[in-house]
């Protein structure tokens, strides 16, 4: 009986994952699975979740695990509900909260309700669990030269987390050579400053930092090759620090510290994995080499027991297959590794509720592997529920319905020709879109009359229609002389009594003046 439940659960937990092979030789573990960790990975199966065609830079999963969050180089961010998801694996949302800039990380809150969104721009976002913005963080001013100074970051940002204990608090790391602490409540002014340092005293720019599991330190990676660690409360000194971590001119691109908080692992630019004991911090206790980066972010993360150290390594197009690889925390041998898919693994993410590992790729997909008896709740959930089948509803037409009862009363006529209703369309005002005339006398219904109706445009109109030609002014007077003479009003009945016969003057010919004129006022011709 038990064994038909277990055949019945392999059944419904989906595609096996294609690298299921012989794992690699464990050298100096214990063969029973209970003191061998490559028993716990949780890898027979597997699910792919098509975030989009551009590199997922940035994985989150809430503490509950019901809910993950992916960005990438295309600008947007998914989300993911494994208990409102069924077999056809599609986000219930996408959106791009930070317009043109690359996610470069994504983070749930201690508690779950909101999310970290760092992207290429110098303001870090939060939004709620649902993607609605909920604060901005403000950008600082660029021309301070003190970056204490200044409100907020001035520069592009690099990476972001959240404080472990304090919901509220999250901390941030960018180009302008800072990482500063955020309340969500106040997005006016940073909460805190740290300024890594060279050994020269210069600025040094942090390519990573993190908080410690119980939140008192925070530690950041540097372009120098250093990993500065400051404690929370005091961000003048560091309280540990490492100058020669990595090679010089290199991105460091993932710090984490391990479940009990003692060790520090860090991913670095060099193609290097090293694992640090932040009491005796002046040489790592074991590291790897050889393992390709190629993205300012690629992760490494601890398994839940602390035993295992998991990490991605990045290839070129066409030069084989991205790989996860397993490392052991103590002797630091590879393990096991999974060959993920034809393109770099950028992110991993081994969540400790769950017991499954979520993986971002270099073409787009994000990858969650898990195991039907030891991982719990989240792909499992949505890989047993078939998918939706589309309404029928949706995809039917319109059509021209003939008869929609039998009576012939109701019968609507069907149309032989096209002709006859072209020409009733034709003579509708509506359906032919007839343009309307223009308006006859006065303006009405808040449209302007022809001529408009305001005085300049009737003065207008009377200049436009007077023909009447003014060119002589004295025949256009001489036009209403009998008039005067028949009925004199003006000029007439004022001299009537002292001049009653009108005295005009007499007309000189041109020439005649010309005569009289002397000689030097004649004009030369």
């Known amino acids: 009986m038990m064994e038909s439940h277990l055949e019945r659960a392999a059944e419904l937990s989906g595609p096996l994952a294609p690298h299921q092979e012989a794992p690699l030789p464990v050298v100096g573990t214990d063969t029973t699975p209970e003191l061998n960790p490559v028993k716990k990975i949780p890898d027979s199966h597997e699910i792919t979740l098509q975030h989009g065609t551009k590199t997922v830079s940035a994985l989150g999963l809430d503490p509950s695990g019901a809910r993950l969050v992916t960005g990438g180089y295309d600008y947007d961010v998914r989300l993911w509900d494994f208990a409102g998801m069924d077999a056809s694996l599609q986000a219930f949302r996408s959106l791009q909260p930070c317009e043109c800039h690359q996610i470069k990380s994504l983070q749930y809150s201690s508690t779950g309700d909101v999310i970290l969104v760092v992207s290429g721009n110098s303001q870090a976002k939060v939004l709620d669990r649902d993607g609605f913005p909920v604060m901005e963080c403000v950008k600082g001013d660029q021309y301070i030269v003190d970056m204490a100074n200044t409100k907020g ?29 955020w309340d969500v409540n106040n997005d006016k002014k940073h909460k805190g400053v740290f300024k890594p340092r060279s050994v020269q005293g210069k600025r040094v720019i942090p390519t990573t930092c993190t908080y410690s599991r119980d939140g008192k330190l925070i530690a950041a990676g540097c372009q120098d090759g250093s990993i500065q660690i400051w404690d929370r409360n005091m961000n003048v000194h560091t309280k540990f620090h490492c100058r020669q971590a990595h090679a010089p001119g290199t991105e460091t691109s993932c710090l984490t510290f391990s479940y009990d908080g003692t060790v520090l692992a860090s991913r670095g630019g060099d193609d290097t994995l090293k694992i640090w004991d932040i009491r005796q911090f002046k040489k790592p206790l074991n590291s790897v080499e050889g393992l390709s980066s190629f993205f300012p972010m690629t992760d490494c993360c601890f398994s839940p027991d602390d035993k295992l150290i998991v990490t991605g390594t990045s290839i070129k197009k066409g030069g084989g297959n991205g790989k996860l690889i397993f490392f052991e925390r103590e002797t630091f041998q590879k393990v096991y590794e999974i060959e993920v898919t034809d393109a770099s693994v950028v992110r991993c993410l081994w969540h400790p509720k769950l017991n499954q590992i979520m993986v971002g790729t270099g073409n787009g997909l994000a990858k969650v592997y898990y195991d039907p008896i030891k991982s719990q709740r989240g792909a499992k959930l949505c890989v047993v529920k078939t998918k939706r089948k589309a309404r029928q509803a949706e995809t039917l037409t319109q059509d021209y319905i003939i008869t929609p009862h039998a009576l012939p009363m109701f019968r609507e006529p069907r149309q032989r020709s096209t002709r006859k209703q072209l020409e009733k369309d034709r003579l509708d005002p509506l359906k032919s879109h007839k343009p309307e005339p223009p308006v006859a006398g006065p303006g009405r219904g808040g449209r302007v009359g022809t001529h408009g109706g305001t005085l300049s445009s009737y003065i207008v109109k009377n200049i436009a229609l007077d023909k009447t030609d003014d060119s002589n002014p004295r025949e256009a007077i001489l036009r209403h002389a ?44």
């Open 153 to 181: 970051h001035t520069a592009m940002l690099n990476t972001g987390c959240w404080h472990p204990k304090i919901k509220e608090e999250f901390l941030t790391c960018s180009n302008d050579g800072t990482v500063r602490t």
């Open 482 to 525: 009998k008039e005067a003479e028949d009925n004199p009003y003006w000029v007439a009945p004022a001299y009537s009594k002292t001049q009653p016969k009108a005295v005009f003057a007499e007309v000189e010919s041109e020439e005649d003046e010309t005569d009289n004129k002397p000689e030097w006022k004649k004009r030369k011709i």
